[in-house]
Each structure stands twice: as structure tokens, then as C-alpha cells.
DNA sequence: GAATGGTCCCATAGGC
DNA sequence: GCCTATGGGACCATTC
């Protein structure tokens, strides 16, 4: 597939915002850039490792409530409602402020 | 809210699984039903609320990379590619594990 | 960019559906095909079309309210809070559904 | 439904433009702006609703098209890139246009 | 495995 | 002119 090279991306960050002064023709801040990157992705998949757990143990719950004799997709229903009903009251808050801004109550 | 009684539930519940015994007629197991469709409920939501979180963390680590003259696309990339190879590396794992236990060497 | 040719398409239709018999070698089917193809295509795009005009007459209504005093934004936030409450009531038919299904009483 | 009421409106209309002469203190007016904000509401969601049949309607093309062994994604490149055809060659005519304009051609 | 529902990203459009 | 907000599309996980 080939989509893209280490190399790409140092030279698309050199382009894209030649921050630190005094950088120029390959040298350290290559270096620099390949740590971060590192840092990132690696911070990306630490914190993508525990959603994933999470996801996990929201399967276990339905699960476990299944084998206590309730309907998951049931489940699943209610908890989208709820989550509507959250939705909701977050949407009249907005109105309410919209309301406030133009009425110069603010 | 209240788009569902507990009557609803419990009626489900009873209706897909009669597995506690002495249920029946509207009597007390029904409180306990309801207590524990609470319980699963919440602890979904709880469980989505810090997934949610973790997501909106990772979107600020795109972002402040972005920030820092990195291409988001090609991060996404990288992460998507590790991630692969991660795949199979377990998979490959796997295969030896079922080898070694075919052979009687696990 | 180059992502596809018309010829792929109908290799890849071949490949996927080798439905009509007597098929082979280059031969009329592709004709039907590309035939088959361009109908669908420009069915999209007039529909297509006829979206993009009700956009536009959205925009309209929108401008003319604004015009008369009232403001987009909530105009926007009722609009969306009137289809949640629609969304709503479609859930609470699908879980009733789920329900009777589970009851029987389908 | 009843998540705002008139005199909301009302007030949130006279705020924003006091256009009409002789409105004010709650007298009738009020009746008026609220039947226009409910027509107004109307028409958009009649819109809206059209709007999202069309988009159905494509759906369903694409459906069928799939089902004649096409696939997806190719067909739906083949609109986008069809699609910019068409716009460059609007922008190619508004260019030609605004030269025969400005050579006094018009 | 077919289909459905959910999540996420991007691209465009609209407002300030 | 930027910048947010919204809609559309792709992808992935789950269900039957």
C-alpha cells in the first residue's frame, strides 16, 4: 500500500512550520522530530489501548446483564435514550443562552 | 424522563428469563429488577462517559501535534499501520501457540 | 489522482456478479453495463440535483425569517430540538417493538 | 412539545428588530410573530423532510446499482469526480464571460 | 456473512 | 477571512 514514509512526515512538518530557528539541511531537528512523533503515536496508542478496555468491559456488562435475563438490544435502546434525553436538555440550555445573548441578558 | 415503567422491565425480564423462582404477579422481585436494570445502565453510561473522554483526549494529542507542524492524516496513518502490525504479530503468535500445543509442546 | 476506470468498474462487476450467462471475453455485456452504469449515475445526479434545490430553499426560508426579525441561530436550535423529539419517539416505538417481540406479543 | 414559549419568542423577536411600528407591552403582534415562527419552522422541516427522501431515493440506487454486481465506492467516485467536471466547467464559462465583459464583448 | 448501528473524519457552508 | 457547525462518507464492531 505505501501511503507514507517516516521521511514524509519530517518533511511535511519542516514545511508545514519551520518553528525552531536555526534549522536547516537535515540535521538535528530530525532527530527532534522523529522523538516526537514517537511521543505522539505512542501516547495515541496507550490512550486507544484503555478505550479499547473500556469498550471491553461495556460488552461485559451487557453480557452479564444477558445472562440475568434482560434484553440487550433493550438495553442498548434505553441507553440511547437516555443519552438523547442528556442531548436535549444540553440543546435547550443552548437555546436559553442564545435567547439570553440576544436579549442582552448575558 | 420516565419513557419506560418498571412494570415494562420487569415483564420483560420475567418474560425472557424466569430464572429466579418464586417471581411472578407484580411482587417484590420486581424492585430487585429494577434496582439492577439501574445498575447496568449506569454502569454503561459511566463506562461511555470515560471512553468518551479518552477519545476527546486523543483528538487534543492529534491537535497538538497538528501544532506542532505534524500532519494529522499521516499520524493516523502511522498509528493505523502499527496497529496492523501489532495484529499480526498476535495472530502469528497465536498460530505457533496452536502449533506447539498440536505437538504436544506447550 | 486516478482512484478508478470505467474498465475497472466492470471488472470488478464481472468479478462480483457474473449474474447474466454466457458472459465472457470482453464481449457485449460491457456494453449493457457501461449502459447499466450510466443510467445510474445520472439517476444520482438528478437527484442529486433536486437536493441541492431544496438546500437552497432552506437557506431561503432562513434568510426571509432572518429578515423578519428572528434569530437564525434559535431558529436552527428549535428546528433541531423538534427532529430530537421526532428521533425520540421513533426509539420509544423501536423499543415497545423490542418489547412485544419479547413478549410475544408481536 | 413545549420547549419555548410564545412570549419567548416574542420578546427575542422585538429585540432583534423592532421594525414594526406601534408593537410593544405583549399587545397583538405577538400572535402574529408566533404564527410566523411556526410557519416558518413548518416550511423548513416540509424541506427538510423532501430533502431526506431524496437522499433515501439515492441510497436506494446505490443499493440497486450494488445489487447489479457495481460497487459502491467506484459509483460514487464517479459522481464526484463528474461532479467537478461540471463545476470547472462553469468556473471556465464565468471566466470566459467576465472576459467578454471586461473586452466590452458582452 | 450479511446487515445494521455506531463512531469517527473530513469537507463544505454559514456566521461573525 | 477565519472559524465553527453541520452533513456526508468510510470504517468498525456487533447482531442475527
Redesign the interface.
Known amino acids: 500500500m505505501g501511503?507514507?514514509t517516516a521521511k514524509?512526515?519530517v518533511a511535511?512538518?519542516?514545511a508545514?512550520?519551520p518553528?525552531e530557528p536555526g534549522i536547516g539541511h537535515n540535521s538535528r531537528p530530525t532527530l527532534a522530530a522523529k522523538d516526537?512523533?514517537k511521543a505522539?503515536?505512542e501516547?495515541?496508542?496507550r490512550?486507544?489501548e484503555?478505550?479499547k478496555a473500556?469498550?471491553d468491559?461495556?460488552r461485559d456488562?451487557?453480557a452479564?446483564?444477558k445472562g440475568?435475563?434482560?434484553?440487550t438490544?433493550?438495553?442498548r435502546?434505553?441507553?440511547?435514550?437516555?443519552?438523547?434525553?442528556a442531548?436535549?436538555r444540553r440543546?435547550?440550555e443552548?437555546?436559553v443562552d442564545?435567547?439570553a445573548v440576544?436579549?442582552?441578558m448575558a
Chains 1, 2, 3, 4 share one sequence.
Open positions: 501511503v507514507m514524509d512526515i511535511k512538518r519542516n508545514a512550520k518553528a516526537q512523533l505522539f503515536v501516547r495515541v496508542e490512550l486507544e484503555e478505550k473500556l469498550a468491559d461495556i456488562i451487557f452479564e446483564a440475568n435475563g434482560f434484553d438490544k433493550a438495553l435502546v434505553i441507553v440511547r435514550m437516555r443519552k438523547q434525553d442531548d436535549q440543546e435547550l443552548a437555546l442564545t435567547y440576544a436579549l442582552g
